[in-house]
């Protein structure tokens, strides 16, 4: 009997595969293994409608229970893998349980960045990753006063501006000189720093965290030039690093990821990645690996697999684009930017549009509250049209006109 396919991660990535899977109409197992004790669930709104109040655990679902029973998906909660026996075709969990496999898929996504400093484990002090984490934050929210957060990304921000819509005093702690370094350019990072600070939130920059300080809890965080900030409930958000020691210790290559072909197939034959954790060719990135933190990536890269497991291979080439809901604003991005991109901002009464260039060819759009400009920046950036930066500066250039030429 065909053991099928075997996943390891049940997040957005693994559980798209199974769906795409089911839906080209392959007939084998498919298991799917998570290490939360939760039905698959979508990550992004626990930083946004979910802490938010706006939606509640069951809205997080990505399906009911009965899908996977109907869709003969076998979903095995609370199972963590420890190895994966490469010669035997099994993977070995927790507890003794083993699992062979026709063909294993690593979706093991990627965790929280520890913040290397005295205190760091103190009750009061806070990540956000899951589901677990999100609850946390929700009780502890209601009691607090002032909220410290250590690190000006995505997930910070969306943090901040929920806080402060609720009254709480922020300040937000980040070692770059602006928001979103690595993310943005620097019109973006102005235009938010800009909506925060009248939000209320402070922003201290080039602030180095060196211990987070109190009796029995988090009461204050020292930073480098010796001063305190007081703060009942601090949020750490400085990165995440890729789930890649299944991979690493079974021999297979990783490097910030667990690296994978165009087809997002490991060195084994019988081994693929996808998701957060993987490491992949991209034309947006002038063909060089790269690993792609984004729900589009991950379910994209599902379907892909799904195509090339049930006998339509077609190499990876999805347009990454990412988004960020911060208090009443709306950023998106199209395709993929580096810090030392060219920057052209369009000029509009409403919003935001910057353009990123690299070499003169178009990059990365970056938009605020522009839902149009967005998507006709995915197409464009799709079918690699060409886009000047006078066009792009030009606001009489019609981009929509450009995205939907024949």
Request: aromatic content about 6%.
């Amino acid at each position: 009997m065909s053991a099928g396919v075997v996943v390891v991660g049940a997040g957005q990535a693994g559980f798209q595969l199974a769906a795409s899977l089911r839906e080209a109409g392959y007939a084998d197992p498919i298991t799917l293994l998570g290490d939360e004790p939760d039905l698959p669930y979508q990550r992004p709104p626990l930083s946004k409608a979910y802490l938010a109040g706006r939606t509640d655990a069951a809205g997080l679902e990505l399906r009911p229970a009965a899908y996977f029973s109907d869709h003969r998906i076998h979903h095995r909660a609370s199972m963590r893998v420890e190895a994966i026996d490469r010669a035997g075709r099994r993977v070995l969990c927790a507890g003794g349980a083993v699992v062979a496999y026709d063909h294993l898929v690593l979706a093991t996504g990627a965790r929280n960045r520890a913040l290397p400093v005295p205190g760091a484990g103190l009750p009061g002090v806070f990540q956000l990753r899951g589901r677990a984490d999100a609850d946390a934050l929700k009780a502890a929210l209601a009691g607090t006063r002032s909220v410290a957060i250590v690190g000006a990304g995505f997930i910070g921000l969306e943090f901040a501006g929920i806080c402060a819509a609720r009254g709480h005093s922020v300040t937000v702690l980040e070692a770059a000189e602006r928001p979103m370094a690595r993310a943005v350019s620097a019109e973006t990072a102005s235009f938010f720093t800009r909506a925060h600070g009248e939000a209320g939130i402070r922003f201290v920059f080039g602030a180095g965290v060196t211990a987070i300080v109190g009796e029995g809890r988090a009461e204050a965080v020292r930073l480098r030039d010796g001063t305190s900030l007081a703060a009942d409930l601090v949020l750490v958000g400085i990165g995440v690093v890729p789930n890649q020691e299944l991979a690493e210790a079974a021999g297979l290559a990783v490097g910030d990821g667990i690296r994978v072909d165009a087809f997002l197939a490991t060195d084994d034959p019988a081994i693929s990645a996808i998701g957060d954790c993987a490491r992949a060719p991209s034309r947006f990135a002038e063909g060089a690996p790269i690993r792609i933190e984004s729900v589009q990536n991950a379910l994209d890269q599902g379907r892909c697999l799904a195509a090339r497991l049930t006998g339509r291979p077609a190499a990876y080439d999805a347009v990454p684009w990412f988004w960020s809901d911060q208090g009443p604003h709306k950023l998106q991005i199209a395709g993929l930017s580096t810090p030392s991109d060219a920057s052209v901002a369009r000029s509009m009464s409403a919003g935001l549009c910057v353009f990123r260039f690299r070499e003169g060819r178009l990059s990365a759009v970056e938009t605020v509250d522009r839902p149009g400009d967005h998507m006709a920046a995915r197409r464009i950036l799709a079918q690699g049209r060409a886009l000047s930066p006078a066009e792009a500066a030009d606001p009489a250039f019609d981009l929509k006109a450009l995205a939907t030429a024949r």
